[in-house]
């Protein structure tokens, strides 16, 4: 049963509550139901004390490090945490070892589906994998939804830049596209799956080939997408005369990582999809010729709620009462 | 520990068998190491009983109908069956009820992940969506490793017929390369998956357009074979001036499933892979727009015996003592 629900804005508690009040109290704003102090993150894990449910778990939908940063603390504590959130095992190795640590001690379990590709089961099949004797090898995949995207549209044919703010409009960006185009979002699932396939790789290990360097003439803000136009042009009609195309790729190899725009055959393994797909290929002491490759939408509300509830269910599912 | 091995010819039984010499005596058949009286399935059981390990499983990596009709008489006694045979769960409907009955008395589990894909992640995907709540609604997927490896090298150039003898010197199809050409073995890996995803089709509901039809003239043998070149010419061409490759698709759609030779767009979702992949796409309400697709090798002696070990280690591992 659902006992506390809040965002930045807020929090409501109760013995029983119901999602549907929730959303209107929420995300509504109707302020006689959320109350701003409860928001305190300190206090979310007193929600679950006392004689509450056998299975004490905290579902993080933020994409907030101040949260993440008491993941570990919630785990130690004996609370499950199932996430959507990058920022816990994302970023520095310290959070990560930290967040690890309180796992190996078996008192909680962490939910990470939703972090890389949004609930497809990446996480879960590398660990599989693992599980099963194997050793992964190598790992690349197009895992941002939004570069997906932009690369499946890109033709050549209209200004870059003009894809992008449609990209936005149509909200598969975040509200800042420089922020996708940074590969900063990249980088951090890249760091994710690495870790999870056993390479504990710092989060500045990772070389990232930003796509706002290729505008590098350093103009500012919107100036700057423009300034992406004639050098996309120029890759695009190089990789078309080498018959390619083009991928915001992540690779680990070699115990290495890096994140960049890249050429693909027409047989390249990540060659394909569409949409907001993302595709991940696996090579393994199992797979070494052709990889295992999985691939799906890789972004959006409803496939992210799905990893989620995925998650939740299999820890109450897998743990004692 | 290894307590009982056999084949066709004899069986070993000890306390604690080495598997090199299990090998050595009944692969290079080593008369005084194999009994062939052992070889008695009623009697396979026997050498779990007693003061044996806490995990009694018994792995099937045969091509045996009179085997498979062992795996539920197994699972009633509790022991595990691990089995890369598809003839349990992939022939009659009656004996996968019995199969599947005997797992719903839950004393025993059924490991069945190299039947389809050897090993690829397919039905446990598949089982993984449902337990999050998801609903499939249709699967789609190039489900043979010999028939993926002949579409992917086919190019209209060569009689499909010289292929089709150098796919059997490689050692990619049956002795008898017609068994794949039939389409028989991917009526039974369709009949797997629409049973794991809650359709349980009756064997002769699968409508199979067999490839051997084709060669419609009725010419016996060899002859057949060279029957496919001039109709198979015809498909590739008209497939090619219309942009697309041809594919032996399964599909289970609307309650109803069909195996058989379809155009594939470039686009399309199961256009791609390489060698002897095999490919498979899932929509479900989860995965409705774009569908979930898994790929990689579904053929080969060293991923079929990954994905056995695999469900073995999985069942000991989450089996109390």
């Known amino acids: 049963m659902l006992v506390?629900?809040?965002n930045s804005r807020g929090a409501m508690r109760g013995e029983r509550l119901c999602p549907a009040e929730v959303?209107?109290?929420l995300l509504d704003g109707n302020p006689w139901q959320a109350d701003p102090s409860l928001a305190n993150l300190s206090g979310v894990a007193d929600a679950l004390a006392g004689n509450g449910p056998a299975h004490r778990i905290i579902i993080d939908a933020t994409a907030s490090g101040e949260v993440a940063d008491y993941h570990a603390h919630w785990l130690?504590?004996?609370?499950?945490?199932v996430t959507a959130c990058k920022l816990g095992s994302g970023t520095t190795l310290e959070r990560w070892r930290a967040i690890n640590d309180a796992v190996a001690r078996g008192n909680a379990r962490y939910g990470d589906s939703a972090t890389v590709g949004a609930g497809l089961p990446l996480l879960r099949n590398i660990?599989?994998?693992q599980a099963g004797g194997d050793t992964i090898h190598?790992?690349?995949?197009v895992l941002s939804g939004s570069l997906a995207w932009l690369f499946n549209h890109y033709d050549g044919q209209q200004p870059f830049s003009q894809l992008v703010l449609q990209a936005k409009d149509a909200g598969y960006t975040e509200p800042d596209p420089r922020e996708d185009l940074s590969g900063d979002d990249v980088r951090r699932k890249i760091l994710i799956l690495a870790r999870a396939a056993g390479v504990p790789l710092a989060s500045d290990e990772v070389a990232v080939d930003s796509l706002l360097e290729?505008?590098?003439d350093g103009a500012s803000a919107d100036a700057g997408l423009e300034a992406l136009d004639a050098p996309m042009a120029e890759r695009f009609e190089a990789a078309s005369a080498a018959g390619a195309q083009l991928g915001f790729i992540a690779r680990l190899q070699d115990g290495r990582a890096r994140v960049g725009l890249e050429r693909l055959d027409a047989t390249h393994p990540l060659a394909?999809?569409?949409?907001?797909d993302n595709r991940v290929a696996i090579w393994s002491d199992r797979y070494c010729d052709q990889p295992l490759v999985i691939q799906g939408p890789g972004a959006g509300a409803g496939v992210t709620a799905a990893g989620l509830l995925d998650d939740a269910l299999r820890i109450a599912r897998s743990t004692p009462d």
């Open 4 to 6: 506390h629900a809040g």
């Open 23 to 25: 959303k209107r109290g």
């Open 76 to 81: 130690e504590q004996g609370i499950h945490v």
């Open 127 to 129: 660990r599989d994998l």
């Open 138 to 141: 190598s790992i690349a995949g």
């Open 214 to 216: 290729l505008a590098a």
């Open 272 to 276: 394909g999809g569409a949409g907001t």
